[in-house]
């Protein structure tokens, strides 16, 4: 079975303070992929980026930066001097091989970052 | 590009009606799904579908049906409408293993 994970609910922070969005997820599968996805208060869901199990290296955007760990299962999202623009909710998503050929994807519950002026 | 294309964006229904969500994408994607948000959630999977003539049910399939006739549509049926079926309907597709899901911009439901 696939899970993911995400442990904080709700996050508010001050302008321009870093914060970090936590990811753990769970999979038996050695091939899978994660994914990271904003939904800002108009409503849409936007993909911000993918990830396979097989590339741990940490990925840096402008002021989005993700690290992804096998070893702890975690693939975090952090968002480097905040902006007000950066609120919205924040899912992290997972895609395993499996036996069935990568139907599974899996969201997790997201996380709610405010951030206050 | 289109993406993927909902319709209606807003409906109000009455209690017992039925209406069909519309979703069409045109990149020839296999997978498509439907997801419903409730205000504050996180997105529940009502129905999936891996290609043209396949579907199967989510978490959440009661109260709705599906159908997969094309590669292009998916569109959700509700049946007899319910207060609790009130909610933000969103119909997604993607490619194959590893590739993200692209959304369509939802449709906002309201049943009074």
């Known amino acids: 079975a696939q899970k993911v994970t995400q442990a904080q609910t709700e996050i508010s922070v001050v302008e321009k303070e870093d914060v970090t969005l936590d990811c753990v997820y769970e999979?038996?599968?050695?091939?899978?992929?994660l994914f990271w996805y904003k939904q800002p208060p108009s409503g849409e869901l936007v993909f911000l980026i993918r990830?396979?199990?097989?590339?741990?290296q940490n990925e840096i955007s402008g002021r989005y930066s993700w690290n992804f760990q096998k070893s702890t299962s975690s693939f975090n999202f952090t968002i480097t001097a905040s902006q007000v623009v950066d609120s919205a909710v924040y899912f992290c998503?997972?895609?395993?091989?499996?036996?069935?050929?990568?139907?599974?994807?899996?969201f997790g519950p997201g996380t709610r970052l405010s951030v206050l002026p | 590009n289109a993406g993927v294309t909902q319709t209606p964006k807003f409906r109000i229904l009455k209690i017992g009606q039925s209406m069909t969500l519309q979703c069409t994408q045109d990149m020839n994607h296999n997978y498509m799904y439907w997801y419903r948000q409730d205000p504050g959630m996180g997105l529940k999977l009502i129905y999936y579908s891996v290609g043209a003539g396949i579907t199967d049910k989510g978490e959440v399939p009661n109260g709705y049906n599906v159908s997969r006739s094309t590669t292009e549509d998916f569109p959700l049926r509700l049946e007899l409408a319910a207060p609790s079926q009130t909610s933000v309907y969103f119909c997604?597709?993607?490619?194959?293993?590893?590739?993200?899901?692209?959304f369509g911009d939802g449709t906002r439901l309201s049943i009074l």
């Open positions: 999979t038996r599968d050695t091939t899978y992929y």
């Open positions: 997604a597709s993607r490619g194959s293993f590893g590739q993200p899901q692209h």
């Open positions: 998503a997972l895609n395993g091989r499996g036996d069935n050929y990568g139907q599974n994807f899996v």
């Open positions: 990830r396979n199990s097989f590339d741990e």
